[in-house]
């Protein structure tokens, strides 16, 4: 009976624990199934918050970067041709500007090796405006030369004998070979006389550069009359300038440039007794207010003789037109000193 008795509790005791077993395998279960898996974790998508959309990038205007204003360097090439010291040479400007368009800094290098051709430049440099819109940087080649009045010495001769100023300007376009010697020449706008672009062509020919690369370049030559040491070369005093019949040509434009020669006898006093247009302008009108100025014309006294001027009709506001009024403007500037020396 007692054996009886201990085998159904060993029993029962047993039982009891494959029981705890089991409510425990049933709570790891429950715990596994409460964490992901390594699978599961990997294929899980992490959704990250939305970024605003960038902004997009203006783009710059269009010409951004181009010079618009003094890209010439005119004041800083004036002042050298009429200062030059002797030695021809080439330096770069090296130029940066803001998205303004207005120069910040200026560089030259290597130097010009003269102090005022180096602050000329810097002046003319400081003045450029490029097209607003993008900062940039740009390298400028810059020939410093004089007046070339040796090599253009026949242009010269023919542009002052024809051209009723004392000072005038030709723009060629040169282009040259990496020999240095030219290849091509343009005037650019023409002179209006024929003989003259010839000549200025043949003198331009003979021009060389420093051999490397070919070249196409803009040249300004100015042609300047040297004074004279005659005191008794005859020269017009007053009216020069034909300035009505400017006037009128300005304000009724046909449409046509040409030149025409004014042929002007004067006599011991000074006084035109003739006048004649050869080749007519074919324009009545102009014809008759040419006329009127040349019979206005004063010369100093001395002697009785015979002038011939070029007259140049030329679109009003051109190129040509701005620089044939300078050189007059000059011209009579020139002459009113003269007179108040004399005076």
Do not use: H, W
Not at 49 to 76: D, E, L, Q, V, Y
Not at 98 to 120: A, C, E, F, M, W
Not at 207 to 232: A, C, W
């Amino acid at each position: 009976m007692i054996n009886f008795i201990q085998r159904l509790a060993i029993t029962l005791l047993i039982f009891s624990s494959l029981g705890n077993i089991a409510s425990a395998q049933i709570t790891n279960e429950a715990e596994v199934e409460s964490i992901p898996t390594e699978s599961q974790t990997e294929n899980r998508t992490v959704e990250k918050p939305s970024s605003p959309p960038a902004k997009a990038k203006p783009k710059p205007r269009k010409g951004a970067g181009k010079c618009i204003s003094n890209c010439g360097f005119p004041n800083a090439k004036s002042y050298i041709i009429k200062n030059f010291d002797g030695k021809e040479r080439t330096v770069r400007i090296t130029v940066t500007y803001d998205k303004n368009g207005k120069v910040t800094d200026v560089q030259i290098n290597p130097s010009t090796g003269n102090l005022d051709y180096d602050r000329v430049i810097r002046e003319d440099a400081f003045k450029l405006r490029f097209y607003p819109g993008k900062s940039g940087t740009l390298t400028y080649r810059f020939n410093i030369v004089g007046q070339r009045s040796g090599i253009f010495s026949n242009a010269a001769s023919c542009i002052l004998r024809n051209f009723d100023v004392k000072e005038y300007a030709v723009i060629l376009v040169v282009t040259y070979d990496k020999k240095g010697k030219v290849t091509d020449v343009q005037i650019n706008p023409s002179t209006g006389n024929s003989t003259c672009d010839r000549v200025i062509r043949e003198d331009a020919f003979k021009l060389r550069f420093p051999p490397g690369k070919s070249r196409t370049i803009r040249l300004r030559l100015n042609i300047v009359e040297q004074p004279s040491d005659n005191s008794g070369e005859i020269k017009c005093i007053r009216n020069c300038n034909f300035s009505n019949a400017i006037s009128y040509i300005q304000r009724n434009f046909d449409g046509k440039e040409r030149s025409v020669k004014v042929i002007v006898t004067y006599d011991k006093k000074g006084k035109v007794t003739n006048v004649q247009i050869n080749p007519s302008t074919g324009n009545s009108t102009y014809d008759t207010e040419i006329l009127k100025d040349a019979r206005r014309l004063r010369f100093s006294p001395g002697k009785a003789g015979t002038q011939t001027l070029i007259f140049n009709i030329v679109k009003p506001g051109s190129q040509k037109y701005r620089e044939l009024d300078e050189l007059r403007r000059e011209a009579e500037r020139r002459r009113r000193r003269q007179a108040e020396e004399r005076n």
